[in-house]
């Protein structure tokens, strides 16, 4: 048995790919061109390790013991990030005696990471058992594009946890020198031949979801890791990290449910992610080609959201009245066939290659800047604190001054008030870290309040450009679409109120004091 163990940062791509494909990638002219055109085949088992009571998740840690050419493996992960599919992780491997982890081997390769090793400290060997299992069959090419390494690898298989199992089909693209770029570029030459999708979730994670049972989940926003005395640079890096990790977090709620939750986070998620792009835009200007194609997903999931909003919620405003009630039964089916069609039009959009085209080339973009701040970074390397201050300040004079027409009702004023007041909010959101948080939280809570009163106007606005366009397509209904449309008007007029009353709270608070 070898001894070579093996102490690194793994660094990968992970993408899937349906198992129809698999040859068109053994057999892809670009395979063969930066290999010797060798594979290597190997069937696979692995044995996944943790406590009862998932101790090693907890601390964002995987333990696995794998047969390899009649050998046995162990190999901790732990700690790392994954942003676009790029998987980065402390990993520690060398070989056992039989298929249960020796942890005492492990703990020497962890010498200079007490933090790790210290996780393995106690009684954790004895509380130790199998949880789940992976079997795959592998082919591995070992690929070079330039001065980039690469380890390409084909899995097909299934993860088991007792009588349950979940299947396996993705490609892993490691690095084993060069730059994390040359992963991205060589996943969208094959983007070009073979549908691909980029993947968060590792085998250890599918093996984690199965013993839970947990399902499809919603993810809503989250406030970026700010590090202390952060930079320009590093401050929008976890930003745009937050936005981009809410929006893969959804999407497989929005592919494979009905749950219109997961169109609304992540079409929340695209909304953060332009705001930030645009609060960033002076420091490092994204280019325009990735900015209408974030544009398009926006365009998609906003039809899907606006079409589900208005079955599920602003059209049963019609069922309060007795005589709008005839009128709601009529238009009711054709509304939610819409929504139906608009949220699969999303789903298809989702497992297209455009988007996943789109995330290779914006995370590629994203790994460039560090460069661009070398070179010219004189805005990406200001202190994050003051950039915050000032951009803060901005958006709360041009949210006051959008404010002194809302009295007036009208519905330009009105849409004008709440983007303003959409920026404010997220900025405040991304920032928070930086003050104090009693002050920031009631701010953010005062706009969420406006937010939530124009959102509810800006409803009956879309409810009724729907509508329009709904009795262009079905003239047997008009009377009861044309009936509805002056009804939820009429409601539109009833709004102003709610949003003056939400609005003369938010101006009487401070602004808020930064932190320290």
């Not at 959409?422 to 930086?434: D, G, S």
Request: proline content about 4%.
């Amino acid at each position: 048995m070898s001894t070579t163990v093996s102490t690194t940062m793994e660094i990968e791509l992970k993408l899937l790919l349906d198992a129809n494909d698999n040859e068109r990638l053994r057999q892809h002219p670009l395979v063969a061109a930066h290999s010797d055109g060798q594979s290597s085949h190997q069937n696979l088992l692995a044995r996944y390790f943790d406590t009862a009571d998932f101790a090693l998740r907890r601390q964002q840690a995987g333990l696995r013991v794998r047969q390899i050419d009649g050998m046995w493996i162990q190999t901790m992960k732990a700690g790392g990030s994954v942003r676009g599919g790029l998987h980065q992780r402390n990993e520690w491997k060398g070989p056992v005696k039989r298929a249960w982890p020796e942890l005492g081997k492990l703990k020497k390769m962890m010498a200079a990471d007490a933090d790790w090793r210290a996780l393995l400290d106690g009684d954790l060997a004895k509380r130790l058992e199998t949880q789940f299992t992976v079997r795959v069959e592998r082919d591995k090419w070992d690929v070079r594009v330039g001065d980039d390494d690469i380890e390409l690898v084909l899995d097909h298989g299934s993860v088991e946890h007792q009588e349950h199992s979940s299947p396996v089909n993705e490609i892993e693209l490691e690095l084993k020198s060069g730059s994390p770029q040359g992963l991205y570029a060589f996943a969208l030459a094959l983007l070009d031949d073979i549908p691909l999708r980029l993947s968060n979730t590792s085998k250890a994670e599918r093996g984690y979801a199965l013993c839970s049972q947990s399902g499809t989940t919603v993810s809503k926003a989250r406030a970026p890791a700010l590090p202390a005395g952060a930079s320009v640079l590093q401050g929008m890096q976890a930003i745009v990290d937050s936005c981009l990790q809410q929006i893969q977090a959804n999407e497989d709620g929005v592919i494979h449910t009905d749950n219109p939750e997961s169109v609304h986070q992540m079409r929340v998620g695209v909304r953060r992610l332009r705001s930030a792009l645009k609060l960033f835009d002076g420091a490092a200007p994204c280019p325009p080609e990735l900015l209408e194609e974030i544009d398009w997903l926006g365009g998609v999931l906003g039809g899907a959201r606006d079409w589900e909003v208005l079955s599920g919620g602003t059209l049963q405003r019609l069922a309060d009245s007795p005589a709008a009630l005839r009128h709601l039964l009529a238009i009711q089916q054709p509304v939610l066939l819409q929504a139906k069609q608009a949220r699969h039009d999303a789903a298809q959009a989702l497992l297209s290659p455009r988007y996943t085209r789109l995330l290779l080339r914006f995370c590629s973009w994203l790994l460039e800047l560090p460069a661009q701040a070398e070179l010219d970074g004189a805005t990406l390397a200001r202190p994050l604190q003051k950039f915050a201050r000032d951009t803060i300040k901005r958006n709360q004079q041009r949210l006051l001054e959008r404010g002194k027409a809302i009295a007036d009702g009208d519905a330009a004023s009105l849409h004008r008030l709440r983007i303003a007041g959409k920026k404010a909010r997220y900025a405040l959101e991304f920032f928070q870290p930086l003050y104090r948080a009693g002050g920031v939280r009631r701010q953010i809570g005062a706009l969420t309040a406006i937010q939530d009163e124009l959102g509810r106007h800006n409803d009956l606005s879309v409810a009724g450009r729907l509508l329009a366009q709904l009795q262009q397509e079905h003239s047997g209904s008009a009377e009861s679409i044309a009936f509805a449309r002056g009804y939820l008007l009429a409601q539109q007029g009833q709004e102003t109120g709610a949003v003056l009353k939400a609005w003369r709270a938010f101006k009487t608070l401070p602004p808020p004091r930064p932190a320290g």
